[in-house]
T-cell receptor, first 112, second 113 residues
Framework: DGGITQSPKYLFRKEGQNVTLSCEQN?????MYWYRQDPGQGLRLIYY???????QKGDIAEGYSVSREKKESFPLTVTSAQKNPTAFYLC???????????FGQGTRLTVV | AQSVAQPEDQVNVAEGNPLTVKCTYS??????LFWYVQYPNRGLQFLLK??????LVKGSYGFEAEFNKSQTSFHLKKPSALVSDSALYFC???????????FGGGTRVLVKP
């Protein structure tokens, strides 16, 4: 099946730890995105990448880092510098010819 | 900068009645407009898009949306709502093909039997 896979579904982080969220797609899409969703709020763009080995900051990039070494993979690291990381994280991918983005099922990150 | 406004946090409608979820946008150039739906603890599912052409766009599950350039609106509609339509709905805009999407704050739809 083609699609976007995010793992893990639930993740718990201790204060001061870095954690990495996985996002893999087998849709052969060029562009990939990371969004953060907080209760009662819309989606806010963290980082996006339109091509391998290139990525740009979104609206709320502070405290996060990404890499794009392979077309199918776009992992997000939530660093200890992110003061309020508890949220639902969504990965998406798209190709310009289709316009719309396709989303993974999300990772819920909780700081304990 | 591009932006999307969904003025209603929640819309309540009786099953079988028409459903409308409002969206207005701001973007430079021609807009690319989208509606997504989200069920609890799940990712977003694509419903429909407006790229060019007919102002009335038909999408999945009986939903449609009307693009109004003069009012910069892209309201989502369904003629007869179902209880299973209860979910969180997001409107999104992009200013060019392949560019990043900007989302509205979401509207929760509650369809009562």
């Amino acid at each position: 099946d083609g699609g976007i896979t995010q793992s893990p579904k639930y993740l718990f982080r201790k204060e001061g730890q870095n954690v990495t969220l996985s996002c893999e797609q087998n849709l052969n899409h060029d562009a990939m995105y990371w969004y953060r969703q907080d209760p009662g709020q819309g989606l806010r763009l963290i980082y996006y990448s339109q091509i391998v080995n290139d990525f740009q900051k979104g609206d709320i990039a502070e405290g996060y880092s990404v890499s794009r070494e392979k077309k199918e993979s776009f992992p997000l690291t939530v660093t200890s510098a992110q003061k309020n990381p508890t949220a639902f994280y969504l990965c998406a991918s798209s190709i310009p010819q289709r316009f719309e983005a396709f989303f993974g099922q999300g990772t819920r990150l909780t700081v304990v | 900068a591009q932006s999307v406004a969904q003025p209603e946090d929640q819309v309540n409608v009786a099953e079988g009645n028409p459903l409308t979820v409002k969206c207005t946008y701001s973007v430079s150039g021609n807009p690319y407009l989208f509606w997504y739906v989200q069920y609890p603890n799940r990712g977003l599912q694509f419903l429909l898009k407006y790229i060019t052409g007919d102002n009335l766009v038909k999408g999945s599950y009986g939903f449609e949306a009307e693009f109004n350039k003069s009012q910069t609106s892209f309201h989502l509609k369904k003629p007869s709502a179902l209880v299973s339509d209860s979910a969180l709905y997001f409107c999104a805009v992009s200013g060019a093909a392949g560019n990043k999407l900007t989302f509205g704050g979401g509207t929760r739809v509650l369809v009562k039997p």
